[in-house]
Every structure is written in structure tokens, then in C-alpha cells.
């Protein structure tokens, strides 16, 4: 049995949600490895989508040739369909929802080596949520990564953030995987870099929405931020501090800076995330646990960063100019 027929099966487990990691090196590991795996579930009758980055997608549809045009077969580009790492997973869910009663085939490579730092640590968390997010699905969600340009810590951690790896054409249980809700603890545990010093904060309560949209909407503008990225950014600041009256303690503080390319808010409150997927799935229309609001941010937004710690939430948005 080949690796790609061997993650099409259950494996014997009582979870039939597989999720493996693929460590390679070379194009001919990658097609190898990714291909087969792609082939193996169109010839097995399943949908399949394909989100990785444009030059890995071209050689990838090169490599399939006239399969590559199949209707069961999506392809995306990871570079805008991933962007910002915290909508990956709403996605992820509602390509396999389009399919009820097929086991979905997925390939995504949400790690590349032009990542941010930012992005990094959003994209790490993105990897371990998807066992969260999928425990109990008939799906297996392949992840490549290039261990040839990614940092040696990169690889380490999706170590932890996959139960299965394929390295060296074998297939092995990760020894260091680790559960979701440790490893986003962990991602909250690490600092975000300081605002630049004397940026000004803007205290907000219950009836100061209005105000902070203008805020935001007058700085954005000040800033060179173009519409219609400016109205999606002040739409993205609204939701974050209505979220902060009605679930953060009634009240919170925005601080907006420039920061190369991108403008930034960041919105801090006393409130605190029980949902580990909070904002990574499409809310439903009677949503009232705030979980719509946080959503809305990661798919307006470039990159949405949260720390949730015991003090309280801290959500930073950054949009870029283009």
C-alpha cells in the first residue's frame, strides 16, 4: 500500500480524520508525495482541494497535466487564499461542507519561507486548530513543507502540530505531536512586538462606537490607506470594539500605527476566548456569542494576531496598502 492509499483509509482508528505532514527537499519529493496523494483520492471518487503557493501550484498543475482539469479537483493559490493564516480554516471547512457524504482530500501548504514572523505564529496555530476542527470528519488534510528554506523551529513545530509525518518516503506517528489547545496556549504566551513609542490610545465604552469608527476612518485616511481596503479596515476596528463592549467588560483601548506597508490596530479588553475556534469558522445566521464579529476581522483582514492570556484579549489587525 502506497502512503497516499495508506492516509485514504482510516488507518484502523476510531477518528477518520487523517492529517499528515510531508517533509521535502526536492520538486521530484514534492511531486512525488503531493501528486500521488492527489491522484490517489481522484481516482478513489473524492473531491480534492489544492491551496499552495502560486510557483508549487504551477508545478503541481504541470505535473497532473490533463488530470489537473478534473471536476472534482480544486486549485488555489495559498498566497491570497491563505494570506492571513486565520482564515485558512473557514475555508478548509466549507470545501469540505460543499461535499457531504465524501470523505474530503485537501492539500494545504500554509508555510512558505517568505513568511512574517507574524504570520508564522498565526500560521503554526492555524496547523494545530485543524485537529480541533476536524476530529470526527472523513478528511485528511495534507501539509507539505520545504525543509530545505523553512527554519530548523518552523519544522520543529509541525512536528507538534501534525500526528502523522511522511519524511524520506516512510510514514511514522510524530512523537512530539501535541494537542491543539497546549500549543495555542503557547502561541498566546509569546509577545507581540511593542507598539512604537508615545502611539496614542483611544479609551472606548458603550456608546463610543461612532467615535471609534471615525477615529479609525480619519487615521486610515491620514495614513494613505485607499479605499476599498480603508472601509474594510474601519468595518474590521468596529467589529473588534463592539466585540470588547459586549464581551470584553464594556469598554477597551485602540492604539493605530503604520507599519511598512501594512496599517495596524490593535484592540485590547479584559475579555477572554473559551472557543479555541473562534473566528476560524463560518458563523451560522444566529450567532451571538461574538464568534461572528472575530470571523468578519480574519476575512477582511491581510493578518489578524490574538493573545489570549488571563489579563484579557489583545487583537492586533494589520491591512496593507495593496
Not at 507538534?160 to 516512510?170: K, Q
Request: hydrophobic letters at 40%; a negative charge.
Amino acid at each position: 500500500m502506497t502512503r497516499s492509499e495508506h492516509a485514504l483509509t482510516e488507518r484502523g482508528s476510531s477518528d477518520p480524520f487523517v492529517h499528515p505532514a510531508l517533509f521535502y527537499r526536492k520538486p521530484g519529493e514534492y511531486l512525488a508525495g503531493v501528486g500521488g496523494f492527489v491522484g490517489g483520492a481522484l481516482e478513489a471518487g473524492d473531491p480534492v482541494l489544492v491551496a499552495v503557493p502560486g510557483p508549487r501550484l504551477e508545478m503541481l498543475r504541470e505535473h497532473l497535466g490533463d488530470t489537473a482539469s478534473a471536476e472534482r479537483l480544486t486549485l488555489v493559490d495559498m498566497t491570497d487564499f491563505g494570506r492571513n493564516p486565520g482564515r485558512i480554516l473557514s475555508g478548509l471547512r466549507d470545501f469540505a461542507d460543499r461535499h457531504p457524504g465524501r470523505p474530503a482530500r485537501i492539500v494545504g501548504e500554509p508555510i512558505w519561507a517568505r513568511r512574517s514572523p507574524a504570520e508564522l505564529v498565526e500560521a503554526t496555530r492555524h496547523e494545530a486548530l485543524i485537529n480541533a476542527a476536524f476530529t470526527g470528519r472523513a478528511a485528511t488534510v495534507l501539509c507539505p513543507y520545504d525543509v530545505s528554506e523553512l527554519p530548523e523551529l518552523v519544522c520543529a513545530d509541525a512536528r507538534r502540530t501534525h500526528p502523522v509525518l511522511w519524511e524520506d518516503g516512510r510514514e511514522r506517528t510524530s512523537p512530539h505531536y501535541t494537542d491543539p489547545r497546549a500549543l495555542s496556549a503557547e502561541c498566546d504566551a509569546l509577545p507581540l512586538t511593542p507598539p512604537p513609542a508615545r502611539t496614542p490610545a483611544l479609551v472606548f465604552t458603550t456608546g463610543d462606537l461612532g467615535e471609534v469608527r471615525h477615529h479609525a476612518d480619519v487615521w486610515a485616511g491620514t495614513a494613505g490607506l485607499g479605499m476599498p481596503r480603508r472601509g474594510d479596515f474601519v468595518l474590521a476596528v468596529a467589529e473588534a470594539a463592539a466585540n470588547s463592549i459586549a464581551h470584553g467588560g464594556g469598554h477597551g483601548t485602540l492604539r493605530l500605527w503604520p507599519d511598512g506597508p501594512c496599517c495596524v490596530a490593535e484592540i485590547r479588553d479584559g475579555g477572554h476566548l473559551t472557543d479555541l475556534l473562534a473566528g476560524r469558522r463560518r458563523p451560522t445566521l444566529d450567532s451571538a456569542d461574538g464568534g461572528r464579529g472575530l470571523w468578519m476581522m480574519h476575512q477582511l483582514c491581510d493578518l489578524v494576531e490574538t493573545r489570549a492570556t488571563p489579563a484579557g484579549l489583545t487583537v492586533r489587525l494589520h491591512m496593507r496598502h495593496s
